[in-house]
Nanobody, 118 residues
Framework: QVQLVESGGGLVQAGGSLRLSCAASGSRFSINAFGWYRQAPGKQRELVAVISSGGITNYADSVKGRFTISRNNAMTTVALQMDSLKPEDTAVYYC????????????WGKGTLITVSS
């Protein structure tokens, strides 16, 4: 059983910055990739950014150039630096880990709320 614990959420004004962190523990298997997802009220959960164990990253078009995902070499923590925040970034942000298993096993954190005021 993998535990993912997010931290760093809160309230910020538009144009401001926040940094989310997620710590993984309890995995018997290596983590192949970390991801950050978000779910705004009344909307489906969507991908924000992902990073592989090799450091390859991918971002949603809506956050490119503003958000940066990073991880430690041991693949036990992942962070999301969010700059130039907009009100439309308001959502619950979830940390995701994909294990090096067949089939791939997914684990999720409980989520942390980001509110961007205009």
């Amino acid at each position: 059983q993998v535990q993912l614990v997010e931290s760093g959420g809160g309230l910020v004004q538009a144009g401001g910055s926040l940094r989310l962190s997620c710590a993984a523990s309890g995995s018997r298997f290596s983590i192949n990739a970390f991801g950050w997802y978000r779910q705004a009220p009344g909307k489906q959960r969507e991908l924000v950014a992902v990073i592989s164990s090799g450091g390859i990253t991918n971002y949603a078009d809506s956050v490119k150039g503003r958000f940066t995902i990073s991880r430690n070499n041991a693949m036990t923590t992942v962070a999301l630096q969010m700059d130039s925040l907009k009100p439309e970034d308001t959502a619950v942000y979830y940390c995701n880990a994909k294990l090096a298993t067949i089939p791939v096993m997914d684990y999720w954190g409980k989520g942390t709320l980001i509110t961007v005021s205009s």
